[in-house]
């Protein structure tokens, strides 16, 4: 079983829409969880990063966090073309020599 | 404020070639990091540098790669001899500093095929 799971898509949504992009994870000692969006041919850039469970919320882009069942959300409100990308979950166990373990990447596809 | 640098973009060899990347991280920044990327998969750390000493390379296959970090700044990594397996992008990030909470900052990657 991977640390991280995530479902690759696509996903194809149309402008405007709610997007929900999720992961699962297995091992409990993580507390750090980010979400990266990365966009063909280049490298991957942070969008959110939370500390254990709960919500955050930047602009149009909430995160979730619920540690008692080890699931992440991403939620982006008034989707835009330029939101299409491949969105990697990663999270981390927070110590200073954790690592951070990546997802396989959900792309997402916008449609004007 | 310039970003990570790699170079090159793309590289194609032949299994048993070896091959090397660079990477010039944001300046001033202590923490290198080489990561793996798979096509449909996420990156795989393969080595992290604090300065120019080494603080993880568990995942790094050191029978055939090799990674320094001269001086605490730019790095290479190297491959040899290449598989077909290691057809991936290569990707060099870097932090201010140590541990989890310092936002890592990806270059553009190499794109390796090996045939």
């Known amino acids: 079983q991977k640390e991280v799971e995530q479902d690759p898509g696509p996903l194809s949504v149309p402008e405007g829409a709610i997007v929900s992009l999720n992961c699962t994870y297995s091992?409990?000692?993580?507390?750090?969880f980010m979400w990266y969006r990365q966009y063909s041919r280049k490298g991957p850039e942070l969008l959110m990063y939370t500390y254990s469970s709960g919500n955050k919320e930047d602009g149009r882009f909430t995160a979730q966090v619920d540690k008692s069942s080890k699931y992440i959300s991403l939620f982006i409100r008034d989707s835009q073309p330029s939101d299409s990308a491949t969105y990697l979950c990663a999270m981390s166990a927070g110590s200073s020599a954790s690592k951070i373990i990546f997802g396989s990447g959900t792309r997402l596809s916008i449609r004007p | 404020e310039a970003g990570v640098a790699q170079s090159p973009r793309y590289k194609i060899i032949e299994k048993r070639q070896s091959v090397a990347f660079w990477c010039n991280p944001i300046s001033g920044h202590a923490t290198l990091y080489w990561y793996q990327q798979i096509l449909g998969q996420g990156p795989k750390l393969l080595i992290q540098f604090q300065n120019n000493g080494v603080v993880d390379d568990s995942q790094l296959p050191k029978d055939r790669f090799s990674a320094e970090r001269l001086k605490g700044v730019d790095s290479t990594l190297k491959i040899q001899p290449a598989k077909l397996e290691d057809s991936a992008v290569y990707l060099c990030?870097?932090?201010?500093?140590?541990?989890?909470?310092?936002?890592?900052?990806f270059g553009a990657g190499t794109r390796l095929s090996v045939l």
């Open positions: 990030a870097s932090s201010p500093g140590f541990g989890v909470k310092n936002i890592q900052y």
């Open positions: 091992n409990s000692a993580f507390q750090y």
